[in-house]
């Protein structure tokens, strides 16, 4: 069954520190994957896109990668600030279909406090 | 900031009313789609559309129908709406440009149905 989970799903840090949120996935065929951020009461937002060849891609703070034998991904936030505080999804599309069928885990939820 | 669109933001009706969540885009993208989210769990995709006069049910077995008449506008109908029917639905919008195309996110319309 195509799953995708992610840890941990609730993570408070204080401003300016580090974290990492963990995205593990059995989607096969496997064609990208996605993290969007998604702020309450809005819709996501995209954050990076790596296909199976990529195993690292970076936007300005956040930076994800792929372990595409271990079907593993992380995202990497650096030096938090209070508007990183969002659900933070990961979404994996498999080359089954032409729709490119996507899957998505329910989302680890950042709080950043002051 | 993606163009697209999604009215009414907020919506609180009574069991049994017709509504229609509206739904466009300014990017001329030729896929459409519509998903529901309950707090905490992932989004499920009820419908989508390649383009004009083309919708297909998604994964998720919903009440709802909807229609694609402009490329732009992709609009969502419950004939009778039930307490069931709570939740957030989400619209998005993606180019037809292979596997690795972008879904953009509407901001959401949080429905509630007493």
């Known amino acids: 069954k195509n799953q995708v989970e992610q840890s941990p799903q609730s993570l408070i840090i204080l401003e300016g520190k580090n974290c990492t949120l963990q995205c593990n996935y059995t989607v096969s065929p496997f064609s990208n994957l996605r993290w969007y951020k998604q702020d309450t009461g809005r819709g996501p937002v995209s954050l990076t896109i790596m296909t199976f060849s990529e195993n690292t891609k970076s936007n300005g703070r956040y930076t994800a990668t792929l372990d595409a034998d271990t079907k593993q991904s992380s995202l990497h936030i650096t030096a938090s600030q209070l508007s990183d505080s969002a659900s933070y999804i990961c979404v994996v599309s498999d080359r089954g279909s032409t729709l490119g069928r996507l899957y998505f885990g329910r989302g680890t939820q950042l709080t950043v406090w002051p | 900031e993606a163009d697209i669109y999604q009215t009414p933001r907020y919506l609180v009706i009574g069991t049994g009313k017709k509504i229609t969540l509206e739904c466009s885009q300014t990017?001329?993208?030729?896929?459409m789609y519509w998903y529901q989210q309950d707090p905490g769990m992932e989004l499920h995709l009820i419908h989508y559309s390649y383009g004009v006069n083309s919708t297909e049910k998604g994964d998720l077995s919903s009440e709802s129908t909807v229609s694609r008449i402009r490329t732009e506008h992709f609009p969502l109908t419950l004939e009778s709406a039930r307490p069931s029917h709570t939740s957030q639905y989400l619209c998005?919008?993606?180019?037809?440009?292979?596997?690795?195309?972008?879904?953009?996110f509407g901001p959401g319309t949080r429905l509630t149905v007493l």
């Open positions: 998005a919008s993606s180019e037809s440009s292979g596997s690795t195309d972008t879904q953009y």
């Open positions: 990017m001329g993208h030729d896929k």
